[in-house]
């Protein structure tokens, strides 16, 4: 029989086909991921193009001339002067469409997918996140600042040269407040971090992780609104991505790339989003809330059951999802093996 | 400059690009659709077929046997029969999968989309919603019913064959249980409900207002989170679909099918969803909630900023979709000009 599981986290529901579940490996790519070459003259994130994008506002120097840079998107969702201001007009509320809106070159390569970067050169994208997440925290306009990745044409992505986005916004979307509320009623009735717990519970129940190391687990949630869709939680309680130490970035680096290539090489490329969910800057000590990255492989299609009701379909099962990412074999990176 | 908007019945804001706007007609597809044949052999919804189904539980009869068929889903998303349970152990929550899934086929003829059916056929649709509405919400174990319809693979339609679909849950989700509260709260602060609100609003204002008969409005809501995502409400106060009244009905079905055939003709058959919000059968009476029909053509890709924030961004204009939509000629139906 299909069974109902809720999120504890964010209260959702999801249908889970227990039964006529499909199995993990219908979901692999058929083909094999196209190599793409190492340069490409007209793409304004590859070496020597830079002065195709706007303005860049960071760069991670490196042999080349960069390792990793950040500049102004060009099609900003925002405007990044400005002041902040609201407005009531009956029931038409408005507020001005000020914020930062960066895109994060991962790369100087064309040809290469996170998954296949060395170790350090991930490293290095992580570190620019937290530089770049403390820059724009700076902004007093800025409440939320939200980190993410879209890979393939079907997860949103216009451009193939690996890339990450900033936004930060001076409004936090009631979706991020319900979720703080929520945790905090947790935090209120029982006196600890919900996300702590869950995360105590998947370790001792084990069926749905997929890695660990040090600082971090990656794993799928209990109730995985989609197939593949997976949380990496920090194993220290903080609410914000902007706390992480040293230590911490190399570790999530590790579980990250880790994670893309049980997907890369699992299901052959598949077409993901993934997110950091920090807490808003003013709530970034607080002890109820807990960051995390969400990744979500875009496998199947919301319809209109889903947007209508706000409930999920999910066609497979989490635990079967888990087994079959552990199980994937990571291949030794190139570079590594010629060493 | 971009301009945040908030949609006061939802809360949720959505980022209009004011400046950079695509304009209407750059979502017009490049073909014309393709025209289908009027039976496909394969067809399981087609006249003819319908040993191809699973068991009917409802037909509207006509003169080649029926005019609208309602059947079980083949892939229900729940198990029609057993125990509605709950358990919770730990923070793993769950409940059985019971419900009731089924599939409303519009019409015996393979070639023709909702837009193009005579107007009394699509009153029998609606009169065929309503019915099972009804048959569905006497189920004690059914908490609500979400009424949908997937047109286009993009969409998540799996066949093309006109059909809409009926799903009833024991459960409210998070998403509904939060617009119930919101309405309460508007209706506890004010003694008004919000839809009618909103509804006097956009008549008063009238650059987002479609279409208008004498029970129900058609309009682009002021913030539209995605390129001509449209509402019909009913003029008349009512929290539940399953209150409309004859009349009502005969005047929903024109202005749905005057609202998808702008579609249709404006801008070459796009994929898209509707679904008709109904309050939860405990609500059914309720003076804070309004029933209405949330149209969504599938033109642009939910991404990572979206998933992973909760904030939307229209690169539309919602007053320059709502002055596109006004003016699609509607060509007469084949069946009136030749009569």
Known sequence: ????????????????????????????????????????????????????????????????????????????????????????????????????????????????????????QVEKIIRTYKSRYFAVSEDPRIELITLFKNHGEGAGASLEHAHSQLIGTPIISPQIRSRMEEALRHFDELGECIFCRVLREELAEGTRIISQNQHFVSFVPYASLSPFATYIFPQRHMASFGESQDAEIRSLAWILR?????????????????????????????????WYISLIPRLTKVAGFELGSGFFVNITLPEQNAEFLRNVKIPEPAEAAAQ
């Open 1 to 120: 029989m299909p069974e109902f599981r809720q999120n504890p986290i964010t209260r959702e529901w999801v249908i889970i086909a227990t039964e006529r579940a499909r199995r993990p490996d219908q979901f692999v790519h058929k083909e094999k991921p196209k190599e793409l070459p190492r340069r490409s003259p007209t793409c304004p994130f590859c070496l020597g193009n830079e002065h195709m994008t706007p303005p860049e506002v960071h760069r991670l120097s490196g042999p080349d001339g960069w390792d990793v840079r950040v500049v102004l998107n060009k099609y900003s969702a925002l405007a990044l002067e400005g002041e902040h201001w609201r407005r009531s007009e009956g029931l038409k509320r408005a507020a001005a469409g000020v914020g930062q809106h960066e895109v994060l070159i991962e790369t100087p390569e064309h040809g290469m997918t996170t998954a296949q970067l060395p170790l350090p």
């Open 258 to 290: 880790d994670m893309l290539a049980r997907l890369y090489y699992g299901l052959e490329n598949p077409d993901f989003n993934y997110t950091i969910r920090t807490a808003p800057c003013e709530n970034r000590y607080c002890r109820y809330y807990h």
